[in-house]
């Protein structure tokens, strides 16, 4: 079946624009996590979401930061006033009701603020 | 504070060498440590994983070794391929609330270049 995918596989915007990153999970696969991986820090976990609870949002950076969940399927990840220091690659995974713990990843945005 | 900590950042090894990339953590409530495979242009995939009630688990030509009380792990390629070529990374997580949020904390990665 289709894996994680995640759009639009590059974005190229400008400082202060505001941006959304769309994460579409495996078809059945009930928690969702946001990743940003960027040079010199590695992958940093930003937000969960499992089901119908209260999203886990201790990795968000700032404010600028949010997502939603919708139907309990696709996510979007939503960037307000873009600064350089966004730019990176924002993965999203989902995870089986069967296997919480493996955590299976989409090929990323590559987000670029210039 | 970088909770997982990865050496080296870089690995070169002979094709049929053993490849050797070590973890370390610091939170003791650490209770699954998966280690990822991430190909250029390619998300992470879970290559293999261990908890900590067990010293070692091999799939293969992948074996993790498990310290608790040095509060370390590592992986071991055996025979190691071109195809292997690749950053590997390991990560750590505490199981959260209500059982399911497996949040992970990642180590810097290793980049691992095989030569043939």
């Known amino acids: 079946g289709a894996g994680v995918s995640q759009s639009p596989s590059n974005k190229v915007t400008e400082k202060g624009k505001d941006v959304e990153l769309r994460c579409d999970p495996i078809s059945g696969h009930t928690a969702l996590y946001w990743y940003r991986q960027s040079l010199g820090q590695g992958l940093e976990f930003l937000i969960y979401f499992q089901g119908n609870s209260a999203p886990d949002k201790s990795g968000l950076p700032s404010d600028r930061f949010s997502a939603e969940r919708t139907g309990g399927s696709v996510s979007t990840l939503t960037i307000q006033r873009t600064q350089q220091e966004d730019s990176a690659v924002y993965l999203c995974?989902?995870?089986?009701?069967?296997?919480?713990?493996?955590?299976?990843f989409g090929a990323g945005t590559r987000l670029s603020v210039l | 504070q970088q909770q997982v900590k990865q050496s080296p950042q870089s690995l070169i090894v002979q094709k049929g060498g053993i490849s050797i990339i070590n973890c370390a953590y610091e939170n003791t409530a650490f209770d699954y440590f998966p280690w990822y495979q991430q190909f250029p242009g390619k998300g992470p995939a879970l290559l293999i994983a261990?908890?900590?009630?067990?010293s070692e688990k091999k799939e293969g030509r992948f074996t993790i070794s498990f310290n608790k009380s040095a509060k370390q792990f590592s992986l071991h390629i055996m025979d190691s391929q071109p195809g292997d070529s690749a950053t590997y990374f390991c990560a750590a997580s505490v199981r959260g609330s209500g059982g399911s949020n497996y949040k992970l904390t990642f180590g810097k990665g290793t980049l691992l270049t095989v030569n043939p």
């Open positions: 995974a989902s995870t089986p009701q069967v296997a919480k713990n493996i955590q299976y």
């Open positions: 261990i908890r900590p009630d067990v």
